[in-house]
């Protein structure tokens, strides 16, 4: 599993949401034609990642819509469930909490932190939000596997550091930096600022960088 890159598991995600859509539309097959065309790659390439993990459909037939949707949520271990751990109860963690999609593919909030002792002791979508120095201890009672930090910038590199300390090797990143963490950690990041940036940046290229249209770059 460590030599599958992370663009082909971000492709068997989107695979695997297509064909839950697919089967709530009572479709039984599906060729890779057809699951190509829904996420702008080759057949060949859909049949090559499914390759990384076994044998699946029929030649002339397809896959079974239902069968390959239930192997790809066993591989992405969508099948149990997953305790997870959130450090951060302002705007954004208390819109992660109540983001319903993580409880229905298995992702379960079950403790949320803080260390501001105004929050500490309140309610969020019926969980206690509680002090974040009582995380090692409730990591090991709740039996945790994931985190997620919704944090500012400054703090999440020492909430990173106490998360694995408490034994967690997972951690999805919201704050707006990268974070350090030895070998045989993962931590993923995500950076909505980066993300609207990349939308901007092709908002500014439509509207300015057209033929015959060439702007003077002002230095900032």
Request: net charge positive; aromatic share 6%; charged share 20%.
């Amino acid at each position: 599993m460590s030599r599958i890159s992370d663009a082909t598991i971000t492709r068997l995600s989107q695979y695997y949401r297509s064909l839950a859509s697919l089967e709530e539309g009572g479709q039984e097959m599906v060729s890779s034609m057809a699951l190509a065309r829904k996420h702008g790659v080759t057949p060949a390439q859909v049949r090559k990642d499914l390759s990384c993990f076994g044998q699946f459909g029929t030649r002339g037939l397809g896959y079974s819509v239902c069968q390959l949707k239930e192997t790809i949520a066993r591989i992405l271990g969508l099948h149990r469930i997953w305790n997870v751990a959130l450090v951060g109860a302002g705007s954004l963690g208390s819109a992660l909490i109540s983001y319903k999609e993580f409880k229905r593919q298995g992702f379960h909030i079950v403790a949320v932190f803080d260390n501001d002792l105004d929050k500490v002791g309140k309610k969020r979508r019926g969980l206690t939000i509680l002090d974040i120095r009582r995380l090692p201890q409730m990591v090991k009672k709740l039996d945790i596997n994931l985190a997620i930090i919704a944090v500012p910038k400054d703090a999440a590199q020492s909430v990173a550091d106490l998360l694995i300390k408490a034994g967690l090797k997972m951690i999805l990143n919201f704050a707006p930096i990268s974070l350090k963490a030895s070998p045989g950690i993962t931590i993923r990041n995500v950076n909505m600022a980066i993300e609207l940036e990349a939308l901007s940046y092709r908002l500014v290229a439509d509207k300015s960088f057209r033929p015959g249209n060439n702007p003077q770059l002002t230095p900032v």
